[in-house]
């Protein structure tokens, strides 16, 4: 039989079974679980994504799943039923604390995160993977651009910017539904698509008024998206006044430096503009987040996507405190791709053929001072 071992590390509770590392956040909530060549995470919304990762050379090893409601009961009393087991090993006074803090979460109280989730926010449909631990605050709802042929996050919702009354109910519903647990999170995540577009004296008054709210413990440092086109309507003085208040790192789709498959992903503006935009944010200082869609245009755009891309890269001041996010593309549902890339005559890659190109581009883009990760949009979950 698997001896059951539990830690306390911070306000959280590991729990050992065997090759396994369970993990719950201070109120009790189940958050991972970790074993050999897989896990299990769970979102604050109560979703439960499955990883597992497989033995295919290069950055595409990893399988993506949710699990299914009928299936997070049966999954949900295995993970508690071990951490209650676990709890022999803790110091008595420890022991009761955590046991009161677990057994309040039966899979039917924690179905209720996703009622509470849901009158927050509005759907959170993609982050960075680094922010996936960041307080998402939403200045505003959905992409005031919305019209780009491979996206459909936010084709939900009509764009719209917080008034500050909007932003104080929203920030007192999240600091209600997150309680004690706000406390640790990793900085302040502004979405949705594109918050970098408010205009810079009311995007500062938003920065100043969520620290005033959250307090400086919480807000720390903040992050957004941001498109390229955007800094038409941000001067060097104004950018520098952003990143004084604190906002330091910023992300952004590139997509792709061919200006030929930018025109057919109906990208605004050319590589050359966006190479400019960004140069123009590590004058003032900011890290940044560079998207890039690999596989994007399929087997025709191949050649032109990654030496286009690697041309602005080079030309972009980079350091070692940037990230390239290599995303493998994926056909979106809910625009006319599908339809338009046919009438152009093109096909998309085999999921083998996106794992080559994703080796490929790693390869070459090694050289490069920042460091290059995977970004699949399947991975994602706010946690």
């Keep these: 039989m698997t001896r059951l071992l539990s830690k306390v590390r911070g306000n959280r509770l590991m729990v050992l079974q065997g090759p396994w590392i369970l993990r719950f956040d201070q109120t009790g909530r189940f958050l991972l679980a970790s074993g050999p060549g897989r896990a299990v995470r769970r ?24 699990l299914e409601a009928d299936e997070k009961p049966a999954f949900y009393r295995r993970v508690y039923n071990a951490a209650l087991s676990s709890l022999a090993s803790l110091p008595r006074d420890e022991a009761r604390v955590w046991q009161d803090r677990l057994v309040r979460w039966t899979p039917e109280a924690l ?5 509470d989730f849901d009158d927050v926010y509005l759907p959170i449909s993609i982050l960075p993977p680094d922010q996936y631990h960041a307080l998402v605050v939403q200045i505003t709802h959905g992409c005031s651009y919305n019209r780009c042929l491979f996206c459909d996050f936010y084709r939900d919702r009509r764009f719209h ?32 698509g594109n918050a970098f577009v408010v205009p810079t004296a009311r995007l500062i008054g938003m920065l100043e008024q969520i620290r005033r709210t959250l307090g400086d413990n919480v807000a720390g440092e903040f992050y957004t998206f941001m498109d390229t086109f955007t800094l038409e309507h941000k001067s060097p003085q104004g950018l520098r006044r952003i990143y004084d208040h604190g906002l330091r790192t910023v992300y952004t789709g590139l997509e792709t430096g061919a200006d030929r498959l930018r025109a057919f992903l109906r990208k605004p503006g050319t590589a050359r503009e966006a190479v400019h935009a960004l140069n123009a944010l590590k004058e003032v200082g900011f890290r940044l987040g560079v998207i890039l869609l690999v596989g994007a245009g399929g087997p ?42 046919r009438a152009a005559g093109l096909t998309t890659f085999s999921e083998p053929e996106t794992a080559r190109e994703l080796l490929r581009w790693q390869q070459a883009l090694a050289a490069l001072p920042a460091r290059i990760t995977l970004y699949s949009i399947k991975e994602h979950l706010y946690f």
């Design 161 to 192: 910017v917080k008034t500050p009354e909007e932003l104080d109910r929203h920030l007192e519903r999240l600091r209600a539904f997150m309680g004690r647990r706000i406390e640790e999170r990793s900085g302040i995540f502004l979405g949705d």
């Design 300 to 341: 025709a755009f191949a050649e032109e996507h990654l030496d286009g891309t690697l041309e602005a890269l080079r030309n972009l001041h980079l350091t070692s405190e940037d990230v390239i996010f290599l995303s493998p593309f994926m056909e979106p549902e809910d625009t006319d791709y599908e339809s338009q890339a």
């Design 43 to 66: 979102g604050l919304d109560d979703r439960l994504v499955r990883t597992r990762t497989l033995p295919v050379r290069g950055l595409l090893g990893r399988r993506y799943e949710i």
């Design 111 to 115: 179905t209720t995160d996703r009622e």
